[in-house]
């Protein structure tokens, strides 16, 4: 009777399932024990500003008055936040779309280089810049000043080599000496002339140093008597050298202006051209007899191309774009790159078999083989230019800070450049945030369907 009771107090044997259960929840402890600090600094480094941003923006500046959704109305008056509201769009729209073509076409054309591994690394290089470098790099270049700005310098080399430049920006008529300023800038002689005629054309303003080579004294020319058919004189720098010399009379030690631009002029049109000697004389032959007026056109005093204005109110944004697009677009050509090199090649060449051309391959099978790789790399492109924060604030400068805000920036002028108003930078901050979710669920959605 004992063993038969003994027997029934027995525990039940433990089954497979019941062994599996347990090892299952051994197993999720253990993995929650790994994963508890990863867990506790996402909390405390996502998850928690979020939510305190989320609660801030419904305060007023100083966090102690309740305003409800103050803030975010205000955010929609405000001039400054609807222009970073349309800087961003205009990121979004424009360079994901220009990095994901750049990116293509160069992925595709990588192929078929023979360094394609330096030539991949040289365009990737640019990753390994932080915003804050490749921003002082591009301020650099930027620079309107064409001695510092290397952009300028290349555009004012351009745009010399096809328009010639004034000789004499800085020249400008002696006060008393016969000659009168136009509003055009020209410059013209207040008394009429004749054929059989000779005028001096003082001018000053030019430093001896900058006269071209060449140039010879205007004393020799000065002292040529016109003959009866012709009109002549000369266009001299009214200033002697170490002092001395009469203001409006040529000494003997004032050089001539080679290459001015002279016109003859009558009734209000120009009667004839010509361009001063390296004494700078001029003369006029064949022209009908009557009164003329000697002109200098204002070509002769235009400052010189001092190239474009890159960080300018119209050209800031494109610019700095243009700065984001140097960096990112090798990222976009290796990721496209690796979906590239996943393709079926019997596909492509059985295009080719059938007599398709390159264009044809790459818009009709290429493009459409890559569409998800090229989705990936859109969306990511898409949320990171939405927090573009560093190239805009370092680029852009003072003057035009506000006509290349982007959201991000905005936020951060609002809460610590100067407005101190850190109720409405958290709404800014909520509405970025609202901005990015989606395309972020987008991608983790897209990755989940890769996978399975």
């Known amino acids: 009777m004992t063993a038969t009771l003994v027997k029934e107090a027995a525990p039940p044997p433990v089954g497979l399932a019941d062994r599996a259960r347990r090892l299952r929840r051994r197993g999720r402890i253990v993995a929650l024990l790994f994963a508890l600090p990863a867990l506790l600094l996402l909390g405390a480094l996502v998850v928690y500003p979020v939510l305190f941003s989320v609660g801030r923006s419904f305060f007023d500046a100083s966090g102690t008055r309740f305003v409800g959704g103050e803030n975010y109305t205000e955010m929609f008056r405000d001039p400054a936040t609807l222009k970073a509201v349309r800087n961003t769009a205009i990121w979004v729209v424009v360079a994901p779309a220009l990095l994901t073509g750049l990116g293509l076409v160069l992925a595709v054309l990588v192929e078929k280089v023979r360094w394609a591994t330096a030539f991949k690394l040289l365009l990737f290089m640019p990753m390994a810049v932080s915003f804050l470098a490749a921003g002082i790099i591009f301020r650099l270049a930027y620079e309107e000043d064409p001695d510092k700005g290397v952009l300028n310098a290349a555009a004012v080399s351009v745009h010399d080599a096809f328009a010639d430049t004034s000789a004499y920006p800085t020249a400008r008529a002696r006060d008393g000496q016969g000659l009168t300023r136009a509003a055009d800038g020209s410059y013209r002689t207040g008394a009429s002339v004749s054929p059989g005629d ?255």
């Open 198 to 452: 000779s005028v001096t054309l003082p001018l000053v303003g030019v430093p001896p140093k900058d006269l071209p080579a060449g140039t010879r004294p205007a004393s020799g020319a000065a002292g040529r008597t016109a003959a009866p058919d012709e009109l002549r004189g000369v266009v001299y720098l009214d200033f002697t050298p170490g002092g001395g010399g009469r203001p409006g009379e040529v000494d003997r030690r004032e050089s001539g202006l080679p290459r001015m631009t002279v016109e003859a002029v009558r009734d209000g049109r120009t009667a004839a051209t010509t361009t001063t000697a390296s004494d700078g004389s001029f003369r006029f032959t064949g022209l009908d007899a009557g009164p003329y007026t000697v002109r200098l056109p204002a070509s002769n005093f235009a400052p010189p191309y001092d190239g474009i204005s890159w960080l300018g109110p119209a050209l800031v944004t494109p610019a700095i774009i243009g700065a984001y697009l140097w960096i990112w677009t090798g990222f976009a050509m290796v990721l496209i790159g690796a979906g590239l090199s996943t393709l079926p090649r019997d596909a492509l060449e059985a295009a080719r078999m059938d007599g398709a051309n390159e264009w044809q391959i790459f818009r009709r099978i290429t493009v459409p083989l890559l569409a998800p790789v090229l989705t990936v790399v859109f969306v990511t492109l898409v949320i990171n230019v939405m927090k573009v924060f560093d190239l805009v604030y370092i680029i852009a400068p003072g003057p035009v800070q506000e006509d290349a805000t982007v959201l991000a920036t905005q936020m951060w002028l609002v809460s610590f450049g100067g407005g101190n108003n850190q109720g409405l930078g958290s709404a800014l901050g909520v509405l970025l945030l609202l901005l990015v979710v989606p395309a972020m669920v987008f991608n983790v959605r897209r990755f989940r369907r890769s996978q399975r």
